[in-house]
């Protein structure tokens, strides 16, 4: 009886070694002997008690470390990065699987490689290039990376799915000169914005006083024109007006010679009321009066003659 429920136990233990529980995200490597045999997935699995062995539990989930290095640029300037390496199992088949399981030692050396993998590629990139381009060239970089590694990496069972450099640093003298560079460029370019400004302004006000002299030398000559004009009315409206005079005179029988009196006089009283001197020096001898009368006699005959031609 005792022998029965030796039995019932051990049978009870087997049987309850023969499940095996896989963690969502992971699958389990089974062995024979030490050889791979197969890998069993997420959820309750049998097994052979005894003889299929749990070898190890893989994650295929992405995972994520961060990387810190330094290259040397073609210029043997230091570069210092800091970079973000996200990756992952390539996929749950059996031979990726295998690959992941069987091709390093451990865990430790797998890092350890992947990483210098990709140091490597990055200082390899990084040689060709000098100092002052790096800054420009992190997309370049990374395709680097991804096209150096890829077929590597999916070699031992992984995949690269991104490569993240978060920071690109240099030595502190280097920093300082870049900044000086910067500094340079930047007073550079103000000072052809200024003069750049400063001959738009001295242009602009150039042709605004081009124009201003056009504008004032064409309103000088309108006004000259329309000077001209009103002195030759002026002078028509004279001649007119003498003409009649005369011929009213003549009408009359009156003497020529008083209606020059006439003006004369006026012209004098015209002189005293307008003129912006003080004092008038005049003439007022006999002779003198008698050269006047005939001046402006002869005068009058001459545009008595200009009136009978217009007739």
Same mark, same amino acid.
């Given at each position: ?119 490597? $590629? ?30 590597? *990496? ?5 995949? *690269? ?40 302004? /001295? ?8 124009? $201003?002299? /056009? ?27 003498? $003409? ?45 009066? %008698?050269?006047?009368?005939?001046? *402006? ?13 217009? %007739?």
């Amino acid at each position: 009886m005792e022998f029965g429920y030796i039995f019932l136990a051990i049978v009870l233990i087997i049987l309850l070694m023969s499940f095996v529980t896989v963690q969502q995200g992971n699958v389990a490597v089974i062995t024979v002997f030490g050889k791979f045999r197969r890998v069993i997935r997420p959820g309750l699995n049998m097994r052979i008690p005894f003889i299929e062995q749990i070898y190890k539990r893989i994650s295929y989930q992405n995972r994520s470390m961060e990387l810190k290095f330094q290259a040397i640029s073609q210029d043997q300037a230091n570069v210092y990065f800091t970079a973000m390496l996200l990756y992952s199992v390539l996929n749950e088949d059996s031979a990726t699987i295998e690959n992941v399981a069987f091709k390093f030692m451990d865990e430790r050396s797998f890092m350890q490689a992947l990483i210098r993998s990709v140091e490597g $590629a990055v200082r390899a990139f990084v040689a060709t290039k000098k100092q002052s381009e790096i800054l420009l060239l992190r997309s370049e970089i990374i395709l680097h990376v991804k096209e150096q590694l890829d077929k590597q *990496l999916e070699g031992w069972g992984y995949h *690269l799915m991104d490569l993240q450099i978060n920071d690109i640093n240099f030595d502190e003298d280097i920093l300082k000169s870049m900044s000086r560079v910067v500094a340079s460029n930047n007073l550079k370019a103000a000072a052809e914005n200024e003069g750049q400004a400063l001959l738009i302004t /001295k242009t602009k006000a150039a042709e605004a006083e081009g124009n $201003a002299i /056009k504008i004032s030398a064409d309103a000088e000559r309108t006004a000259a024109q329309m000077r001209g004009q009103g002195v030759a009315l002026f002078r028509e409206e004279v001649a007119r007006g003498m $003409a009649n005079a005369a011929k009213e005179m003549e009408t009359a029988n009156l003497d020529a010679s008083y209606i020059l009196f006439s003006m004369w006089t006026d012209a004098l009283k015209h002189f005293a009321e307008y003129g912006k001197g003080n004092t008038i020096f005049l003439d007022g001898s006999s002779d003198n009066y %008698k050269r006047t009368m005939q001046q *402006l006699l002869s005068t009058l005959q001459g545009f008595e003659g200009k009136g009978d031609g217009d %007739k």
